[in-house]
């Protein structure tokens, strides 16, 4: 009987322990207001969404990391729950302003595409705050060696949009353009990323006036004074000007190391989310310093 209720008591006591709260909130910050959510206990780790997405991006990471750490993720200012943009604005002030209302000091960064380049240009401005930082896909701001097909894909979406608005042909259009193709997802991931694209608005591709803008410098040209020891991620099957990217980012930050994740496209925690999730906490709790690779 005893046993029969130790066991009882330690799997009410396992249950507390495993279904942790989300914390949710919209912090009116930096004349503007950007939904968050935090979740588990350690050392802070910051996710950043990719161009037209959202939180659900890192729908796959949260659980996992969130027994390790204290995880953070949000919308960028103009997409997903947080007001939308009206002006040029810069996304690292934006964050920012948001760690300082949760009163988070030094964090851990992890962005995919458009949020690996927030995480990049806010680790080179505000460099005492930055512990890591992963990247995964990046599209680094000043870049210009694209491939004439993605520039192709970009600039038709844009026209589409500025002319249609944002409905379900174009937002088709953009599933099936070579940022949104995914290669290894499951039937849930691919419902999730529809979701995503279907309830963005599509206000940066009907008024490209409003896109996160990082100043100057380019965030390109900035790399080498980046100190924070950095994980380059990208996925084998992406695009090639990401290919390029990552090549940069590991030639040029001080203190990297580049992984291929193999079978992924450009949303690669979303085709391979286990090889993602062991490659970004693996790196997160070794020792800070690593050997350049690449």
């Avoid at 608005?165 to 997802?185: I, K, T």
């Avoid at 599509?202 to 020891?229: E, K, V």
Wanted: net charge positive; glycine share 6%; charged share 25%.
């Amino acid at each position: 009987m005893r046993i029969i209720v130790f066991l009882s008591l330690w799997g009410m006591l396992a249950g507390k322990v495993s279904a942790q709260k989300t914390l949710t909130g919209l912090a009116a910050v930096a004349n503007t207001k950007l939904y968050y959510e935090v979740e588990g206990k350690g050392e802070p780790v910051v996710f950043i969404h990719e161009m037209a997405l959202d939180t659900r991006l890192w729908n796959a990471q949260w659980k996992a990391f969130a027994r390790r750490f204290k995880v953070i993720r949000y919308d960028i200012r103009g997409f997903g729950q947080s007001a939308r943009a009206r002006d040029p604005h810069n996304p690292c002030e934006d964050l920012k302003a948001l760690l300082d209302y949760l009163n988070i000091q030094k964090v851990n960064l992890i962005g995919l595409s458009l949020g690996g380049n927030v995480a990049l240009s806010f680790a080179e401005k505000y460099p005492e705050r930055v512990l890591k930082i992963v990247t995964a896909d990046t599209n680094l701001d000043g870049f210009k060696d694209y491939t004439r097909q993605l520039s192709a894909a970009v600039e038709n979406i844009i026209d589409l949009a500025s002319h249609q608005g944002w409905h379900d042909e174009q937002q088709n259009v953009w599933l099936r353009s070579p940022l949104m193709r995914l290669y290894a997802a499951d039937d849930k991931t691919i419902i999730n990323l529809s979701e995503m694209i279907a309830d963005y608005h599509g206000d940066h591709f009907i008024n490209p006036r409003i896109d996160p803008t990082f100043g100057t410098p380019r965030t390109i040209d900035l790399l080498s004074t980046i100190t924070a020891p950095t994980l380059v991620l990208v996925g084998e099957k992406d695009e090639e000007s990401f290919h390029r990217m990552a090549t940069l980012l590991a030639e040029k930050i001080p203190n990297v190391r580049k992984v291929i994740i193999k079978g992924a496209g450009h949303l690669s925690n979303l085709d391979k989310p286990k090889v993602f999730n062991k490659l970004a906490i693996s790196f997160l709790i070794t020792n800070p310093t690593i050997v350049k690779q690449y």
